[in-house]
């Protein structure tokens, strides 16, 4: 933020950040102060802010908001404002609020409790008591934002009520004068406390955090990033009251999560399809009653050229939604994606520095036996464009992607700006490798007793994270032990990858793919912004990934933490790992930001037999 021209920025964020950690409505500590990134609507440009085109990712925003804003159409994407110290135009960037305005004095005080303990204190003020200087009770000190604020499941947040929170006695004349103790060296809740110094009332802070009791106030639906009254009407579906305000420490995971969609920029096979339909439908294929008719003028040299590419029953199909009227049924982000990686036999997309795409099949006769009953496609993508969007966030807990890469945008999603008309995106450019998985394998895989009675018990576990979460099944449905195996041997894959491929492990990210409707793989891919290509190594790991892979399985058979890793139960009370089977730190957790599960749903038994788990594998023996 500038607040004159030619004074520098308080604090410098990079654009891929202020889609992912420092997005609107999360709180940042600069060196001087604590604040709070503001809405859309404080984000100022230069001239001319650039434009992210892509389409299917605009279309399919528009779609998911329409609920909420029915007015929003024609929607763009703008990449985030880049602070530029030779712009002409002041104030270029995005502006932030201080948050919060309850501090905490930097004092040596120390005070003894009637029973003897010795508490370190501080005075806690609010920044209208503060006087020039930082004066606190006629002295001097330092002072920093206090490290704890509330807040609701629908994002809202704000000041704790001091004044409400603090205890005092009948007759007290200055309820401003709260100090907090500490005590111990753990800042453990059960050792502070909220003691008012005129009238000698403490209250133990945990009281906070207690469940049971409505402490810090019902939710006022306070939104400070979109600026002054912007306060919403608070809401919980389920009661149709009020959210209580719950305890939230500025500086803790929970306190924000993006909700984000992707989409990698690919040809939509079906788009193409209509659109080479299309060119000789007049004349020529709107007389076709049946296959035998079609194979009989493709012969024709102009109708070959124009079909080329495409199936005898993909044409027909087209022609008989055509002729039929039936508007072509919406695809979810992942569906078009797969059936573009695995519509061509040749090349797909153009091998040019312009080009967002380029991907080649690699043949797989070097695939020994096992391998070539469960892998049916290994495409090298040389090319790829990743467009990231954020659409909104939301606090204590996080939204993540349903397997079809849809995003539920119903769920407790705090908005960007009052009345968006646009949303903040990035475009990664990079590389990657997509390997494709036999159906009827899968299909015969998962109709075994053992892994139906693994399945069993991972859905157990996800019943009771349900309930002890209070989600409901329709909106966090169980993914299915397909996408689960994938999901698994996706994570061992980008380990041993990384040891050979020149990426960190966190410089790779994932695509699962798992429906009986259009197929089952994993894209491997990795890209940063503003690149125009990387370093090449996901591709070569594609030409050897017979090796890689047997490394992988190698790598899952055994973990470090063997034989209590293999042991755990999904539905284990004692662990609260409801959403893990055969997984943990040692084996499949990776960086969070390359997995799009966020770490959950894994289960290496149906990948590889462990100690514990046998029959249950998809690759029951080492390659």
């Known amino acids: 933020?500038?607040?004159?021209?030619?004074?520098?920025?308080?604090?410098?964020?990079?654009?891929?950040?202020?889609?992912?950690?420092f997005g609107p409505g999360s709180m940042v500590d600069l060196p001087?102060?604590?604040?709070?990134?503001?809405?859309?609507?404080?984000?100022?440009?230069?001239?001319?802010?650039?434009?992210?085109?892509?389409?299917?990712?605009?279309?399919?925003?528009?779609?998911?908001?329409?609920?909420?804003?029915?007015?929003?159409?024609?929607?763009?994407?703008?990449?985030?404002?880049?602070?530029?110290?030779?712009?002409?135009?002041?104030?270029?960037?995005?502006?932030?609020?201080?948050?919060?305005?309850?501090?905490?004095?930097?004092?040596?005080?120390?005070?003894?409790?009637?029973?003897?303990?010795?508490?370190?204190?501080?005075?806690?003020?609010?920044?209208?008591?503060l006087v020039k200087g930082n004066y606190v009770n006629n002295k001097k000190f330092p002072v920093v934002p206090v490290r704890f604020v509330q807040a609701c499941p629908n994002g809202h947040i704000s000041d704790i009520d001091w004044l409400s929170f603090a205890r005092h006695k009948d007759g007290c004349n200055n309820r401003f004068s709260l100090w907090l103790d500490e005590g111990g060296s753990s800042s453990d809740f059960a050792d502070i406390f909220v003691r008012c110094q005129t009238c000698g009332e403490r209250r133990p802070f945990s009281e906070a955090r207690l469940p049971t009791q409505v402490a810090l106030g019902s939710c006022q639906?306070?939104?400070?990033?979109?600026?002054?009254?912007?306060?919403?009407?608070?809401?919980?579906?389920?009661?149709?009251?009020?959210?209580?305000?719950?305890?939230?420490?500025?500086?803790?995971?929970?306190?924000?999560?993006?909700?984000?969609?992707?989409?990698?920029?690919?040809?939509?096979?079906?788009?193409?399809?209509?659109?080479?339909?299309?060119?000789?439908?007049?004349?020529?294929?709107?007389?076709?009653?049946?296959?035998?008719?079609?194979?009989?003028?493709?012969?024709?040299?102009?109708?070959?050229?124009?079909l080329l590419g495409f199936s005898d029953e993909?044409?027909?199909?087209?022609?008989?939604?055509?002729?039929?009227?039936?508007?072509?049924?919406?695809?979810?982000?992942?569906?078009?994606?797969?059936?573009?990686?695995?519509?061509?036999?040749?090349?797909?997309?153009?091998?040019?520095?312009?080009?967002?795409?380029y991907a080649c099949n690699r043949p797989l006769t070097k695939l020994s036996p096992t391998l070539r009953e469960r892998i049916d496609r290994i495409v090298l993508v040389h090319r790829l464009r990743e467009v990231v969007a954020q659409v909104g966030f939301t606090r204590f807990e996080p939204n993540y992607a349903d397997i079809d890469g849809e995003l539920n945008l119903n769920v407790q999603s705090a908005a960007l700006d009052r009345e968006p008309r646009w949303f903040p995106a990035i475009e990664n450019k990079g590389e990657g490798v997509f390997i494709s998985f036999s159906k009827a394998a899968i299909e015969t895989w998962k109709d075994t007793e053992a892994v139906k009675k693994r399945g069993k018990e991972l859905l157990n576990g996800h019943q009771i994270w349900l309930t002890r979460t209070g989600r409901?099944?329709?909106?966090?449905?169980?993914?299915?032990?397909?996408?689960?195996?994938?999901?698994?041997?996706?994570?061992?894959?980008?380990?041993?990858?990384?040891?050979?491929?020149g990426y960190s492990a966190s410089a790779i990210k994932e695509r699962v793919y798992a429906s009986e409707d259009y197929g089952y793989g994993i894209l491997l891919y990795t890209g940063s912004s503003g690149s125009e290509g990387t370093l090449g190594g996901l591709v070569q790991v594609g030409k050897r990934i017979e090796s890689i892979l047997a490394n992988a399985l190698e790598f899952g058979r055994l973990c470090s933490n063997d034989p209590v890793c293999a042991q755990h139960k999904p539905g284990d009370a004692h662990e609260e790992r409801f959403l893990h089977g055969a997984a943990c730190h040692g084996c499949l957790l990776i960086a969070e930001t390359s997995c799009e599960k966020g770490n959950e749903f894994l289960d290496r038994a149906l990948v590889i037999n462990t100690v514990e788990n046998q029959g249950a594998a998809f690759f029951p023996d080492l390659l």
């Open 1 to 21: 933020m500038k607040s004159k021209q030619n004074r520098p920025p308080d604090g410098e964020i990079r654009q891929s950040q202020l889609l992912s950690s």
């Open 221 to 306: 639906g306070k939104r400070p990033w979109l600026g002054a009254n912007a306060s919403e009407e608070c809401l919980n579906p389920e009661s149709n009251l009020p959210y209580p305000n719950r305890l939230l420490v500025r500086s803790a995971s929970n306190a924000y999560f993006p909700q984000v969609i992707s989409v990698i920029s690919l040809p939509d096979s079906g788009q193409n399809l209509r659109d080479a339909v299309n060119a000789v439908y007049d004349g020529y294929l709107q007389i076709v009653d049946s296959l035998a008719t079609l194979k009989i003028l493709r012969q024709m040299p102009a109708i070959a050229s124009s």
């Open 472 to 501: 409901k099944a329709d909106d966090f449905p169980f993914p299915g032990v397909p996408y689960v195996m994938l999901h698994s041997l996706s994570h061992l894959l980008i380990t041993t990858v990384s040891l050979e491929c």
């Open 314 to 357: 993909s044409v027909f199909g087209e022609i008989e939604r055509r002729r039929s009227n039936v508007t072509p049924p919406e695809k979810s982000i992942k569906e078009v994606e797969i059936e573009t990686l695995l519509s061509q036999t040749a090349d797909i997309g153009e091998n040019t520095p312009e080009s967002n795409f």
């Open 32 to 129: 001087g102060a604590s604040v709070l990134i503001g809405g859309l609507n404080y984000w100022k440009f230069d001239r001319e802010r650039r434009e992210i085109l892509e389409e299917r990712l605009s279309n399919k925003i528009c779609d998911k908001l329409r609920y909420k804003y029915p007015d929003l159409s024609n929607l763009k994407l703008y990449e985030p404002p880049s602070s530029n110290s030779d712009s002409l135009i002041p104030n270029v960037g995005v502006k932030a609020f201080q948050f919060p305005i309850w501090f905490v004095a930097q004092t040596e005080d120390s005070w003894t409790s009637p029973k003897g303990k010795v508490y370190r204190t501080r005075p806690l003020v609010p920044f209208g008591q």
